[in-house]
C-alpha cells in the first residue's frame, strides 16, 4: 500500500536510508525530520501488509531547475507552487527488492507530480541506475555540479511532462 509519511515513521525511514547508503551519502534523522515536517505531502512510503515501512521516496518542489545538496539539507526551501519536483531519495528496503516497490513509488511520485501541474521532475543518481530511470522517461543531463555529496560523482536527470 502506498500512503503519505508522516513523523511517526522518522525510526523506520531512517533505518531503511542507513541500509542503502554508505553513512558519508546517508541523510541523517534531522534530516528526515525537517522533511516530514515541511513536507509530508512530497514523501511517499510502501508499506508491507503489517503497515512497516519497505521503501519510500521523497524530494521538495522547487522553482530552481538544477538540484543541490543544499536542498537536501533545508527542507524550508520547499515552495508548493514550484515548478520542479525534485526526487531527493528512492529506496528499498534490501529483504524487498526486486518486487517492483521502487518503480510503483516512483510512478505515483509522478502522477502526482503531473496532476498538481509541474513542468517535470528532477533527480540525480549513480551513473549505475541511469538505465534504471530512464525506464521513467527521465534523460540524463550528465554530471551534477550541484551535487558532491558523499564524494561521488552523481549524474542528473530531467523528467519533462
Ligand atoms: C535502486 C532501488 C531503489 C531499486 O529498488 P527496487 O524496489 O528493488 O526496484 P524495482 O523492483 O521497482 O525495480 C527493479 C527493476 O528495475 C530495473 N532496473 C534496475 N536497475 C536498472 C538499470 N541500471 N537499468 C535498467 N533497468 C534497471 C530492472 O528491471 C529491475 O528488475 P529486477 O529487480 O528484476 O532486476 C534499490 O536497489 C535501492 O534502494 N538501492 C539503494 C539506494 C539507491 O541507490 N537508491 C537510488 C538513489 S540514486
Known amino acids: ?5 508522516d ?3 522518522l525510526d523506520e525511514i531512517t533505518d531503511i536510508e ?15 525530520a525537517g522533511r516530514l515536517r515541511v513536507y509530508p505531502q512530497h514523501f511517499l512510503l510502501l ?9 519510500f521516496v521523497n524530494g521538495f518542489v522547487t522553482d530552481e531547475p538544477d538540484l543541490t545538496d543544499e536542498m537536501y539539507a533545508f527542507p524550508e526551501k520547499h515552495n508548493e507552487n514550484g515548478a520542479w ?3 531527493f531519495g528512492l529506496c528499498t528496503r534490501p529483504e ?15 502522477r502526482l507530480a503531473k496532476v498538481q501541474g509541474r513542468k517535470g ?8 541506475l541511469i538505465g534504471f530511470y530512464e525506464q521513467f522517461g527521465f534523460v540524463n543531463e550528465g554530471i551534477s555540479r550541484g551535487s558532491v555529496i558523499g ?3 552523481w549524474y542528473q536527470m530531467r523528467l519533462r511532462f
Not at 508491507?48 to 521503501?55: F, I, L, N, P, S
Not at 524487498?96 to 509522478?110: C, D, F, P, T, V
Open 151 to 153: 564524494g561521488v560523482k
Open 85 to 87: 519536483q525534485m526526487i
Open 47 to 55: 508499506c508491507d501488509d503489517d503497515g512497516k515501512a519497505a521503501a
Open 1 to 5: 500500500m502506498i500512503r503519505f509519511a
Open 7 to 9: 513523523l511517526s515513521f
Open 121 to 128: 521532475a528532477v533527480l540525480t543518481c549513480k551513473e549505475r
Open 96 to 110: 524487498h527488492r526486486h518486487k517492483g516497490y521502487a518503480k510503483s513509488l516512483m510512478n505515483e511520485m509522478l
Open 18 to 32: 542507513s541500509r542503502c547508503f554508505p553513512p558519508e551519502q546517508a541523510a541523517k534523522r534531522e534530516q528526515f
